[in-house]
């Protein structure tokens, strides 16, 4: 019932040249692939290049941040609007690298979504725990403040155009994964909580992403618990093989 996505955040890599080679390796090797929504996000350089090589592959163009207003004095930032403009459909708001260095808090997060949305983006919406919070036993009240301060405002009617991804900070880039296990309990807890916050059916229709250190090894495990509906993956998306073999396990597996 719900579309499985399998997103790539590139993060600060690639130029223009070699992301459109990139993307040139990764339309063949998923051309066969149907089920499972497929979303790459380079940097804003490349967003337009990118553009022009996806052609009809399918495939879905994402930045990976953008700014609240839609034009003014706000040197180096980027509109919704603009976004749209070069064929972004997607924008991922509030990775927790924007929060550790630039200074992102649920705040700024609340007010990117809100935009983003209203600009008729689809929003993939991040959230995680670091480590200490995990360890001081906070993991559930951190992701409750997270979800309803940054959809402070938003209404159940534009949920087709919300996606959450459920990304541990202590699992970025790091190597490790939460267990299957860990990571299916919290994305039952998220998906409880759209339901107190909204409703059930809202809760049952969102699509939850897991991210953190995901693989063509983990990817079936985690895809196969009840409440993970994709992957937003950094790392092993940058090499077309290694992100293929995440899209077609997560076919796969549904
Ligand atoms: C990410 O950047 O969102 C991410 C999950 O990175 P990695 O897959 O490298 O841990």
Redesign the pocket.
Same mark, same amino acid.
């Given at each position: 019932m719900r579309k499985p996505v399998i997103a790539g955040?590139w993060?600060l890599y690639n130029s223009t040249a070699e992301a459109v080679k990139l993307i040139d390796e990764l339309i063949p090797l998923v051309s066969d692939t149907a089920l499972t929504e497929i979303v790459v996000a380079p940097a804003f350089t490349a967003l337009s290049a990118v553009k022009k090589a996806l052609a009809d592959s399918g495939i879905q163009l994402a930045a990976q941040d953008c700014f609240w207003e839609e034009e003014g004095a706000y040197t180096g930032e980027v509109s919704p609007m603009m976004l749209t403009d070069v064929g972004c459909s997607h924008v991922?708001i509030g990775? *927790?690298?924007r929060r550790q260095f630039f200074g992102e808090t649920d705040k700024t997060v609340n007010k990117k979504l809100k935009a983003a949305i209203a600009g008729r983006l689809t929003v993939i919406f991040?959230i995680g725990e670091t480590l200490a919070e995990r360890e001081s036993g906070n993991t559930f009240a951190v992701l409750r403040r997270q979800i309803a301060e940054a959809l402070t405002g938003f209404s159940e009617t534009e949920s087709d155009r919300l996606i959450i991804?459920y990304?541990p900070v202590w699992?970025?880039?790091?190597g490790k994964t939460a267990s299957e296990g860990q990571a299916q309990e919290t994305h039952a807890f998220i998906r409880q909580l759209l339901s107190e916050l909204y409703s059930p059916d809202m809760a049952s229709r969102i699509r939850i992403l897991y991210?953190? *250190?995901?693989k063509a090894d983990n990817i079936g495990g985690l895809m196969s618990q009840p409440d993970i509906d994709g992957?937003?993956?950094?790392?092993?998306?940058l090499k077309a093989e290694s992100f293929a073999a995440i899209v077609r396990f997560a076919e796969f597996q549904e």
């Open positions: 955040n993060k991922l990775h *927790s690298e991040c991804a990304e699992a970025i880039g790091t991210g953190g *250190s995901v992957a937003l993956v950094g790392g092993a998306s």
